[in-house]
Every structure is written in structure tokens, then in C-alpha cells.
């Protein structure tokens, strides 16, 4: 039976205020326990959230996701980079190119007749999701150099992944369609995309900033925070840009220039995110279909291992070349697994993309095993990240007893 969209919001509420009591009582992240009764509740099991259903609820993903990049932008002030700067930017170049070299090769020697397909998988693999490292360093009231810099990272990581992607996907189609491609055409698609996303951030914190500096009232201030995330979103759909981009930005410029606002702000958003950040991850796992699994097989997992490895492996690298403290060496790579958002936003590009019959058979092909290898790794992430993180905060001295 068909239900209102406003009844299956109020199943998932319902559902997310049990999982929170369910997992503060067995000590696991809350965001775990979501994504797994998303999975319960999902097209494998009860198919309560279905595909229509799910492609209903779409706008709390963004909704979700706007606020996630304004609570990053907002811990990238002056201080931060001052302090971290160097290790931020060395740590999130090598994880990203670590993840896409290493897929790229691995998925490449699976099939090496399909070098578009392994351009494809490892692109997508450089993306690092910050829904759920955001809301485990939040559940935990995590504080220190480790949180600081995988909220950085994990921001910045989106830059990296996108002008990957665009290379990468314009090289595919060149190779699939037998085209020559210019060098300046290969540069040009990214950098253009992620100038104006920045661009788009920058002129709406100067005019939030201009416009409502002296407001206070909380009521108030939700109404314009909410109007100005709105917008920025919904410019980004408009003209293809990176929203996560935009709003990060959006909120790192409220934040070097007037920090008494985005500390009002971060308040207000602090207040609305726990709903939209339930449903955010109960509608993930909601998406995993178990009876894919047997089409995933080996090029799931390698593909799962070598993005794995070389997460880890290129933020460490990259850690040690910034010259990053202790705490920040040792952990940091654990925390960069999660892939869901930015990374099944890609996989739904490469769809649009290659599977529209423009590129024949093949890119339909390649558009089907990139969306089911994606949704199933990232549930496996999803589950087994926020738990890899809980334990690098803790290792690292910077966790607190969670709010109940």
C-alpha cells in the first residue's frame, strides 16, 4: 500500500528516535544504526522506501547535505589554516589521487580492454562523503587536531574529487566515442565548474553577511540561514555546480568575517540537523538491493580494498609530507572511508552520462556496474566508517561522552 510522503517521514523519525536509544545503550555511532535500519527497511528487506519513494525524499538529501557543507565551511577559518594549513591541503590531495590511482590500476588489470571503466571507478573512489565523520565528531563533541582536520579534509576532498571526476569522464567519453580531445578542453569543464561553485559561495556570504549581520533573533535567523542554503542549492542544481562546494564556501566567508554570525547561525542549523541527518542516512541504506550482490563479485571488492588502501594510505602520505601532529598521522586515513553522498551523486552523473545510449552498449554497461558496485560499497562504509572513526577519536584523546 502506497502511503503519504509525510507518513513516511513520520516512520523514519519514529524509527530514528529507536535507533538513537538502540545504539547510545550498545555504544555504537548513531549514524551505524541508521544506515542498518535503512537496509532493514529498504528495497532488500521490508521495501517500505522504495526507488518512487525514494526519489520522492530527494530534496532532504540536499536539505542535509546544504548543512553539512555550511558546518564544514564554517571550521575553515584563518586559525585553522594558519595552524594546519600545509598538512590540510598535502592530506587531502594524496588521499584522493591515492584512492583514484590505486582503483584505477586494480580495476584496470580486472579488465585492462576496458580503460574507460577503470577512468570511471577511479574518480568516483577519490570522493570522500562528510556526512557521517560530520556527525560522529559531533555526537562525540569531538575536540582537537584530529577533528579539525578531517572536518577540513573531508571538505576540501570534494574540490579534488570533482576536477578527478571531470577529467576523467571526458577522457572515457573521448575513448568510447574514438574523438580526439584537447588538453585545454580537459581542463577547462573542472576548473570552470568548481571556479563558479566558489564563486557562488563567496557572493552569497558577502551579501548574508551585508544583509543580516545584526540579527539575533533565533527565530529570525533560522528563516534567512535556511533562505540562503536554499538558494545556494538550488543555484548549484540550476547550473550544475557543486553545492556541498558552495555552501562549505558559504560558510567558511561567514566565518573569517564575522564569526559572532556563524556562531549564531551554526546554533540555529545545530537545532534542525538531527531530523534531516536521519533521514539523510536511513534513506542511504534504504537504497542497497541485496540481489545485486551476485553482479558486484570480485570488481565490487577490489574495488572496496584498493579505495580502502589507498585512502589510507595517500592521507597518511600525506600527513607525514605536512608535517601533521602524532594523533593526525596515526588516524586520519581510518576516517576518510565513508563514500555516501558526493560519491552516489557521482555514480548518478556517470548514469546521466554514459547510460543514455549515446555511448552504445558500453556505456550503458559501465553506467549499471558504476550505481550497484557504488551502493553496495557504500553501505559496507557507511556501517564499518563511523565506527573506524569513533575508535580513531578515542585513540586520540579527543572524544566526550555523547549527548543522550
Do not use: W
Not at 516512520?11 to 550498545?26: D, G, H, P, S, Y
Not at 580495476?107 to 573512489?125: D, H, M, W
Not at 570522500?128 to 582537537?144: C, D, F, L, S, W
Not at 600527513?319 to 593526525?328: D, E, F, T
Amino acid at each position: 500500500m502506497e502511503l503519504n510522503t509525510l507518513i513516511y517521514l513520520a516512520l523514519a523519525a519514529l524509527t530514528a528516535f529507536a535507533v538513537k536509544r538502540l545504539t547510545i545503550k550498545i555504544g555504537i555511532p548513531i549514524v551505524t544504526g541508521y544506515v542498518i535500519a535503512g537496509v532493514i527497511m529498504g528495497i532488500s528487506f521490508l521495501k517500505i522506501y522504495h526507488i518512487e519513494v525514494l526519489d520522492r525524499l530527494d530534496i532532504i538529501n540536499d536539505l542535509a547535505l546544504g548543512i553539512i557543507g555550511f558546518t564544514i565551511g564554517s571550521e575553515l577559518n584563518k586559525e585553522l589554516f594558519k595552524k594546519l594549513g600545509k598538512s590540510i591541503l598535502f592530506i587531502a590531495m594524496l588521499e584522493s589521487l591515492g584512492a583514484f590511482l590505486l582503483v584505477f590500476f586494480f580495476v584496470y588489470l580486472v579488465e585492462p580492454g576496458k580503460i574507460y571503466q577503470a577512468l570511471i571507478f577511479g574518480s568516483v573512489a577519490s570522493a570522500t562523503a562528510p556526512a557521517a565523520t560530520v556527525y560522529v565528531i559531533q555526537q562525540y563533541k569531538a575536540k582537537g587536531p584530529l577533528s579539525s582536520t578531517i572536518l577540513a579534509v573531508v571538505g576540501i576532498d570534494d574540490a579534488f574529487a570533482l576536477i578527478i571526476f571531470v577529467f576523467a569522464s571526458t577522457l572515457s567519453k573521448s575513448i568510447l566515442t574514438g574523438s580526439h580531445i584537447s588538453l585545454l578542453h580537459l581542463l577547462e569543464s573542472p576548473f570552470i565548474e568548481i571556479g563558479l561553485s566558489l564563486l557562488l559561495g563567496i557572493g552569497t556570504g558577502l551579501l548574508f553577511i551585508l544583509l543580516f549581520r545584526n540579527v539575533r533573533f533565533p527565530d529570525d535567523l533560522l528563516l534567512v540561514v535556511a533562505a540562503f542554503l536554499m538558494l545556494i542549492l538550488g543555484v548549484a542544481s540550476k547550473f550544475q555546480l557543486s553545492g556541498l562546494l558552495a555552501t562549505m564556501t558559504f560558510g567558511s566567508v561567514t566565518a573569517n568575517m564575522n564569526s559572532a554570525l556563524t556562531h549564531r547561525s551554526l546554533k540555529i542549523t545545530d537545532n534542525v540537523s538531527p531530523i534531516l541527518f536521519a533521514y539523510f542516512f536511513i534513506f542511504a541504506g534504504s537504497h542497497l538491493d541485496v540481489t545485486l550482490l551476485p553482479r558486484i563479485g570480485l570488481l565490487g571488492l577490489i574495488y572496496l580494498v584498493s579505495r580502502t588502501a589507498g585512502k589510507m594510505g595517500g592521507a597518511r602520505l600525506g600527513a607525514i609530507l605536512g608535517k601533521a601532529a602524532p594523533s593526525v598521522k596515526k588516524f586520519i586515513g581510518v576516517a576518510l572511508i565513508p563514500q555516501v553522498g558526493v560519491a552516489i551523486a557521482l555514480a548518478i552523473m556517470v548514469r546521466e552520462q554514459f547510460g543514455n545510449g549515446d555511448f552504445g552498449q558500453a556505456g550503458i554497461d559501465l553506467s549499471l556496474i558504476v550505481i550497484n558496485i557504488l551502493l553496495f560499497t557504500t553501505i559496507v562504509t557507511e556501517v564499518a566508517g563511523p565506527l573506524l572513526t569513533k575508535r580513531a577519536l578515542i585513540k586520540a584523546g579527543e572524544c566526550e561522552t555523547p549527548v543522550h
